[in-house]
């Protein structure tokens, strides 16, 4: 290996394993923080613009979420896999083990957007068939979901890139390239949605075709940064051929963590069907608590991403005081984050719904003590999300996977139907709070058994 690669490669050790961990943890995660706030901001003015054509049109992306959470949910989950196994190569100083990572993760991202691609084109419109009998619902989620599906290629790839870049802390970069695709997105959507400037008005399918177009110009930076700006890693799949043993260590990780995130899109057409029970206006508030909510959820998800390969890093280097004062930091920060989420929630609910989704008076009745009981979960929430997150750094995603079980399915599910059956749809919402109780037990047994077997027993290696 030529020597000015050693020495980048030192340089960068020397960040994950030696600068102080306050600054290194803002340094990795503040640029993710920002980007994924601008993400949670083009989310939020998508359905703000589609609101503005009808409930309809607002149910109908509402509906969509859970595949979008899948298709999310697999990138993002392979994108742990490869951050987690690539810095942990890094930390043990096996560069070779970290290019066939990053080789073999973008394989895996290429594969998986053609999936994908023949799924939603061939079963959009059934998704939203066995959901809804409203031709005006079903037509207009058609329309949107096989755009982002068949379209996929710009989510899965802008993520891989994202992960390799975060992996050897170049997070500055991911703040360029989602931000950037974010504020394209923003800028074609009323353009799009209601044909402006001479464009045809393509209502809901504009909104999608928006969301396609800054993704695609996302991955083009990203892969112009990986290519010019991370020397640590070399990525290039010329010759290519996929090495079976590293994609297993990819999902050895990341398949948890993969079926944790999918967990979620269960969750999300379970509770669809279940408040569809009621009105298609209750499904539209839970769609527009999702989009809400990320504006409090995206950051501390940005801080995982800089948390993630940090710990990571300082597993392989076996440096216990490090992953200690990294995993408290970022609890505390994620806790002051959701702690101002659930003040901002409980006192601006009506305002919220209102200025921002054009709210009926029936969806005010719904959505404000909707959003005031969820929310209560809020600071739980934070807990529980970065401890996840800790266990998929140290190797142990089916942790994280059984806690989301246990939240999603066996908790948030069952009860939110008994309760709808009971005593009717406000009562509905009370099934988060409970999950997220149930989260937070579990959460810090396994923690703690993860200390004592993981982290408690490192000494230095070097």
Not at 188 to 205: K, S
Not at 258 to 270: L, Y
Request: charged fraction near 10%; aromatic fraction near 10%.
């Amino acid at each position: 290996m030529s020597e000015p690669k050693t020495k980048e490669v030192s340089i960068q050790e020397n960040k994950m394993g030696i600068m102080p961990v306050p600054r290194l943890l803002i340094t990795m995660s503040l640029p993710m923080m920002i980007s994924m706030l601008v993400q949670a901001l083009y989310n939020i003015v998508d359905s703000m613009f589609v609101a503005k054509l009808s409930e309809e049109a607002l149910t109908a992306v509402s509906l969509a979420f859970p595949i979008q959470t899948l298709m999310i949910a697999i990138a993002s989950g392979t994108g742990v896999g490869i951050n987690a196994l690539l810095s942990r190569n890094l930390g043990e100083r096996n560069y070779e083990g970290a290019n066939t990572a990053a080789r073999n993760g973008l394989f895996l991202g290429i594969i998986s957007c053609l999936v994908f691609a023949v799924i939603g084109g061939l079963g959009s419109r059934l998704f939203f068939a066995m959901q809804t009998d409203n031709p005006v619902i079903v037509d207009y989620g058609a329309r949107y979901l096989t755009i982002i599906t068949v379209c996929s290629a710009g989510i899965f790839l802008q993520i891989t890139f994202e992960r390799l870049m975060q992996s050897t802390g170049k997070t500055l970069y991911n703040m360029i390239t989602q931000g950037t695709g974010a504020i394209i997105n923003i800028i074609l959507d009323p353009i799009l949605i209601f044909g402006l400037f001479g464009f045809p008005r393509l209502e809901v399918a504009g909104a999608a075709i928006a969301t396609i177009i800054g993704q695609v110009v996302a991955v083009l930076m990203s892969l112009y940064f990986t290519i010019t700006k991370n020397k640590e890693i070399n990525c290039s799949l010329r010759g290519f051929r996929p090495h079976p043993r590293t994609i297993a260590l990819i999902y050895e990780v990341g398949v948890p963590s993969i079926i944790m995130q999918a967990i979620g899109s269960v969750m999300t057409f379970g509770m669809n069907k279940i408040l569809l029970m009621f009105s298609s206006t209750a499904a539209a508030v839970f769609g527009v608590y999702f989009k809400l909510q990320s504006f409090i959820f995206m950051p501390i998800f940005g801080l995982n991403n800089g948390m993630i390969p940090i710990i990571a890093f300082n597993y392989g280097a076996r440096n216990k005081k490090r992953i200690i004062q990294t995993i408290k930091l970022s609890i505390l920060i994620s806790v002051s984050i959701m702690a101002i989420g659930l003040i901002i929630f409980q006192v601006f609910p009506g305002i919220l719904l209102k200025n921002l989704f054009d709210a009926s008076n029936h969806m005010l009745s719904i959505g404000v003590p909707a959003l005031r009981i969820i929310s209560l979960s809020f600071l739980f929430a934070g807990y529980c999300i970065i401890v996840g997150s800790v266990f998929q750094a140290m190797g142990n995603a089916v942790y994280s996977l059984v806690i989301s079980a246990a939240r999603q399915l066996f908790v948030i599910l069952p009860v939110a139907y008994v309760f709808a059956k009971l005593f009717g749809l406000s009562s509905v919402w009370w099934s988060i709070p409970i999950a997220e109780i149930v989260s937070v037990t579990l959460s810090t047994i396994l923690l703690r058994r993860i200390y004592l077997l993981k982290i408690k027993p490192l000494e230095p290696k070097f």
